[in-house]
């Protein structure tokens, strides 16, 4: 069979060898637009949570705790002492190490790169790790008898950025 259309004649077979070249084409672009969108995607969700640490860094109560861990926590901290701080101390500090917490599990399980976790994290880890090691080791013998799971189950994030942020687990150049 042939067909004419514009003085050209064209048989079925070349028409649907045509037809099938323009319709894998059409697939071609639709695959790579699909691709490129994806791409896009990824990198605007890295973005997204990349906004974690910000915005737990950027809170009046976040910055309440770094204060209260410059000057109220210590290495040798007691009971008594954490007892002593005011409610709203407490709080700062429970936010705070909550939220580091946070971002640690989401740096260790890869949700955030580790180099966006030390932009953020990195010097104050290296700063205060020690203190908050010791202020969850107070809090936690004070309140073992309620939670009979270790430190590191509830802690895990926290104590994986001491380890991976404390000063001897950096590389020194000289």
Aim: hydrophobic share 45%; net charge neutral.
């Amino acid at each position: 069979m042939r067909a004419q259309r514009l003085g050209y004649t064209i048989d079925i077979e070349t028409a649907a060898n045509i037809g099938e070249t323009v319709g894998g084409i059409a697939i071609l672009f639709t695959l790579l637009f699909g691709l490129r969108q994806m791409k896009y995607w990824n990198e605007n969700r890295r973005y997204e949570i990349g906004w974690n640490p910000a915005h737990h860094m950027n809170n009046p109560l976040i910055h309440r705790g770094f204060s209260v861990s410059t000057n109220k926590l210590h290495v040798n901290l007691t009971i008594q002492e954490m007892v002593a701080l005011s409610r709203e101390e407490k709080d700062a500090m429970n936010a705070m190490m909550i939220g580091m917490n946070d971002i640690g599990l989401l740096g260790k399980n890869g949700h955030l790169s580790l180099g966006l976790v030390e932009a953020f994290c990195g010097p104050y880890v290296r700063v205060f790790g020690t203190r908050w090691r010791r202020a969850v080791e107070v809090f936690t013998s004070a309140s073992m008898f309620q939670n009979d799971k270790p430190i590191e189950a509830v802690w895990g994030g926290l104590y994986w950025l001491m380890d991976t942020f404390q000063p001897s687990s950096l590389s020194v150049e000289e």
